[in-house]
């Protein structure tokens, strides 16, 4: 595996090595690292976009009330859930190759990502918390932030 940019490829194989590390990179790796974030800090109490009232300035001092008086509104939280449309591994709507070769290319890509995708959600079937950071059909294309 490279560990760094090569100088130079020099055979097909090595091409085709680094576009795959390259692309796992952007998309699978990325994914898996980053978007557990989104469960743990989508919860408002765990990372707020705002407070409506100061921090205390004295321990002891604060109770539940304050606390929840604090925290934004509805309203105020939704401003910062952005909603962006994504395109996941396998979905290109812009069709720059139309080579015969490349559409079966693309199909059997896509076939392949079904099948990784099934044997993900028959193990989650099975789990008390499932792990869908690496199922092909929720991680991106390439790297979103």
């Not at 974030?37 to 990372?47: I, R």
């Not at 950071?133 to 929720?138: A, G, I, N, Q, T």
Request: proline share 10%; with cysteine.
């Amino acid at each position: 595996m490279f560990t760094e940019f090569p100088d130079l490829l020099k055979t097909r194989e090595q091409l085709v090595e680094y576009l795959t590390v390259v692309i796992f990179t952007a998309s699978a790796q990325h994914a898996a690292v980053n978007f557990g974030q989104f469960d743990w800090f989508a919860w408002v109490p765990n990372s707020p976009s705002t407070m409506r009232k100061p921090p205390p300035t004295q321990k002891g001092q604060v109770d539940m009330k304050y606390i929840m008086e604090s925290l934004p509104d509805r309203g105020q939280n939704i401003v910062f859930c952005p909603n962006l449309p994504q395109l996941f591994l396998g979905v290109y709507p812009d069709k720059y190759f139309t080579e015969q070769p490349v559409m079966e290319a693309t199909t059997t890509f896509r076939k392949k990502l079904a099948e990784v995708t099934n044997i993900i959600k028959s193990r989650n079937e099975k789990l008390k918390l499932p792990y869908w950071y690496l199922s092909p059909d929720r991680i991106p294309n390439s790297v979103a932030i």
